[in-house]
């Protein structure tokens, strides 16, 4: 009888237990949702803010007393056909959406032979060079221009896009080649030996072996190479003064503000429409963006 007792006191002791952990989980679980939840909202809340202020009317959001995230007044899509219809938005885009593509393709075409061969052709100066390539990238963009300048004014490249396609190259691949060095480090030379004794060459081996296990790393290469290219302001402004060669960081600016006016509904509605794709686009690739980085930074 006393044994029976025991083993019943045991189990609600057990079951007591379960049910104190099943809050505690349930509590922390609610708490790391919260805190994700509070997160994505902040992180959010200026696109929102964008988002709402490119539609509202000119007296609801310059009146202090409107609530900032509210259409306090009809909302209006005049600002937005304003920056579509009589701005040249579009070739603005497209001008970035080019030089974005042309850079991306030489920091790759540039990038991965020099990684390659700073991984793997063991040779006393491949630390060091791999090491001042980065130090390169840490130069302040304000040192190169007028060394950029001269190379830009001497192929006569001024005032057009292809400015901007010779000269970003020098900020994206030296990071680029950093980042790609560690992420063949990664990859065990087995792999390519092997493709070499089936009769491949080293070139061949390269582009059938090693390339594919690599492509976390060249998403993370494009993303970071395409982001750096739009967003860049100093030589885009430098180089390029006629407005249909330029690129959404300085043509939206140079349209929408005219010396003491601001077009603040254009333009947070072209904040929005250039922001928001690619923030999508780079959603899709976020696991692949984020295995090259550190992939490349623990290996290296």
Known sequence: MKGHRERRTSAEEVARLRRRYTIRHVLARCGVYGAALLAALVCALPFLWSTVSAFKQNRD???????????????????VTFLFTDTPYLTFVANTLLVGALVVALTLALALPAAYSLARLN???GTPMGIAIFLVYLVPPSLLFLSLTRVVVALGLEDTIWSMVVVYPTITVPVSVWLLIGFLKAVPKDVEEQAMVDGYSRLGAFGRAVLPLVFPGIVAVVVF?????????????????????MVVST??????????????????????????????????????????????????
Request: proline content about 9%; overall charge negative.
């Open 61 to 79: 959001l310059y009146n202090p007393d409107s609530s900032p995230f509210l259409f306090n007044e009809p909302a209006t899509p005049d600002h």
């Open 123 to 125: 040779r006393p100066w």
């Open 225 to 245: 190479s395409f982001t750096l290219t739009a967003s860049e302001f100093v030589y885009a402004l430098a180089f390029v003064s006629a407005s249909p060669e």
């Open 251 to 300: 043509g939206v600016p140079t349209q929408l503000i005219r010396g003491d006016v601001f077009f603040w509904q254009s333009l947070q509605a072209a904040t929005v429409t250039m922001a928001v794709p690619i923030a999508f686009v780079f959603n899709l690739f976020l696991d692949r963006f984020v295995t090259g980085f550190t992939m490349g930074a623990v290996k290296t």
